[in-house]
Each structure stands twice: as C-alpha cells, then as structure tokens.
C-alpha cells in the first residue's frame, strides 16, 4: 500500500493528528483530512498550499509555537515528541557548529523574540548554523508585519518538506 494510500485511508482524526506533525494550525489540519482522499501525491501538495494560503496572522503564529528554536536540539526530543525526529534532522546544520555561533544563535533568538513576539523561523533544512545566524541577523531589522510574513513563508516550506517525509515510503 502506498503512503498517499494509507493517508487516505485514515480516519478523520487519524489524518488530523498526521497533519498537524507537518504544520501545528489546527484549522489547516483540520481543511487537509477533509480534503481527502487525495488522487496524487501533487494533488496533496496543491491542497496544502491552498489552505496556507487561506491562513493569516493568528495561524501563522500557531504554527511558530509548535517549532523548537533554531539550535535549541537539546529540547526537541523533550518538547517536540511527535515532530522531534523531523526537527532534528531538519537542524542537522547544526552539528559541528562551534560556541561561539551557537551562543550568537541563542542571543539572537532572544533579540528576534523581543523584537517580533514570536520565534525565528527558517526552514533549517540544507542550512548551515553559520548560514542560520546570518538569515537571523539580517532579519531583524525586517519591519514586523513583513517579518511574520517571511515566517509564514518558511513555514509553508517546512510544510512541503514534512508533507515529502510523510509520504516518504
């Protein structure tokens, strides 16, 4: 049985709880498991852009509180049972990384979260830790309201990536 096979053929509430390891908006989640069955792997892909792209401003920061910090792997496992796995690898980038960037990378969480109210978002996935603090920084001085919509950006792809691994046999 193929994996799009399998998702298709989950209950409402099975399907539900899967999306939401891809992306933490309930209503988004929710849309997905009514959408099915899905006729392709595409056809999947295209529905979870169309309901991003539904989303706004309160979802997008719903999404943001189900991710760990950008270097924060110590508490994925902890925090992020369901996800842990995926976020993990998703900050392999982090590996090697010396001190000095990971305490950069803590500081600016910092900076970003005082500045924005919610947590830096970047799909880690193929990023270096030095690459990461770097998109951080330039963020920052981002004006709110084009931030948050960067964010919603990364996490649409972090969506697509997650929705990939799902059906991944």
């Known amino acids: 049985m193929s994996r799009l096979a399998w998702l298709n053929g989950l209950s409402a509430e099975e399907a539900r709880a899967e999306f939401l390891r891809c992306c933490g908006v309930r209503t988004w989640a929710e849309a997905m498991a009514r959408a099915r069955p899905f006729a392709s792997d595409a056809a999947l892909y295209q529905q979870a852009d169309a309901h991003w792209a539904a989303t706004g401003p309160a979802e997008w920061r719903e999404a ?21 796995a995926w976020s993990e690898q998703e900050q392999r980038g982090m590996q090697g990384a010396g001190e000095d960037v990971i305490q950069a990378l803590a500081d600016g969480n910092r900076d970003y979260e005082a500045r924005f109210g919610f947590i830096f978002l970047v799909c880690a996935t193929g990023k270096s830790a030095g690459e990461m603090l770097g998109l951080l920084r330039a963020r920052l001085d981002n004006p709110p309201e084009q931030e948050l919509r960067i964010a919603a950006g990364e996490q649409a792809k972090i969506t697509r990536i997650r929705l990939e691994k799902l059906l991944a046999p």
């Open 64 to 84: 943001m509180e189900h991710h760990p910090r950008i270097g924060d792997v110590s508490r994925l496992r902890e925090k992020y049972k369901a996800t842990g």
